[in-house]
């Protein structure tokens, strides 16, 4: 079973930069992608992904974070890094890592969520 431990959320002013860090443990998993979703806190918005990367380092980012934000991983470690750069207020939302792994106890591919992490950009 896979666990995961997100950190590294907070408050920043507009234009600054935060990174996000998520670990995945346990066993009997093997991950196939990482990655990093968001859901902004107002009425009918869903979650989205901003960033995903596979274990062969292949990524893929959103239209809105392309050039400001990089995701990448520590496979030994198990642990995917989100570094977001010039942060502007709609940036602001609660953000959750995924992983997506093959479980080898019941032979079947698995999606795995954090616990969420707010950040929030204001001045």
């Known amino acids: 079973q896979v666990q995961l431990v997100e950190s590294g959320g907070g408050l920043v002013q507009p234009g600054g930069s935060l990174r996000l860090s998520c670990t995945a443990s346990g066993s009997g998993f093997s991950i196939v992608s990482m990655g990093w979703y968001r859901q902004r806190q107002a009425p009918g918005k869903q979650r989205e992904l901003v960033a995903v990367i596979t274990t062969s380092g292949s990524t893929n980012y959103a239209d809105s974070v392309k050039g400001r934000f990089a995701i990448s991983r520590d496979n030994a470690k198990g642990t995917v890094y989100l570094q977001m750069n010039t942060l502007k207020p709609e940036d602001t939302a609660v953000y959750y890592c995924?992983?997506?792994?093959?479980?080898?106890?019941?032979?079947?591919?698995?999606?795995?969520w954090g616990q969420g992490s707010l950040v929030t950009v204001s001045s």
């Open positions: 995924n992983t997506y792994s093959f479980t080898t106890t019941s032979m079947r591919y698995l999606t795995v």
